[in-house]
């Protein structure tokens, strides 16, 4: 029984390749953390994106002041896709939405999509106070929604996820945003 004590302790003291295991254990640790930071980097990069470009398509229909047209829009999904430079499905919906004050709802004037949603109609958006601003009598607001589809480049944790933004903008040089079909 000593000899077995003694070999034991003797093992316990030496501690030559004691960097080799440390090794074996922390540096998968060291790997995943190092991608797990890189996921969500980029899934945070991703979002901010997403939202900068639906400012900016917001900012330009907000600056119009003739009619705009399927073209017009076709072409706002095309710059919403290049600002963000992503994989994966995307949606865009535009929608003009006024203030009924007398009855304390809202309503759309038109909504136009591009991509796998829905427009709107004045039902949807009839009890929007949380989501709209507040806004006087008859006052008119342009409403820029975008969809993306995003998955992280690795698996660490983070899903598939659809970003989606919500802007409003108020007509800069017109009193409201003009939808043209032809």
Known sequence: ???LSSLLARFRQNED????????????LMFWAYLAMYSTFDTFRMYNLNQTAAYTIGD?????TQAIDPDYLEGMQGLFDYLTR????????VSSVWYDEEND?????WSQVRGNVEPLDSDNVRDWHD???????????????????????FKTG???????????T????????VWSDS
Request: proline residues 8%; without cysteine; charged residues 25%.
């Open 1 to 3: 029984m000593s000899v």
């Open 17 to 28: 390749g004691s960097i080799a295991v440390e090794t074996v254990i922390m540096l998968p």
């Open 60 to 64: 330009a229909i907000s600056r119009e």
């Open 86 to 93: 992503g994989t994966g499905q995307t949606a865009i919906r």
């Open 105 to 109: 709802r809202y309503h759309t004037d």
């Open 131 to 153: 989501k709209l601003p507040t806004m006087p009598d008859n006052e008119r607001v342009t409403l820029v929604e975008t969809w993306r589809d995003f998955e992280p480049l």
């Open 158 to 168: 983070l899903e598939k996820r659809n970003i989606h933004n919500f802007v409003f």
């Open 170 to 177: 108020r007509p800069r040089y017109a009193p409201r945003t």
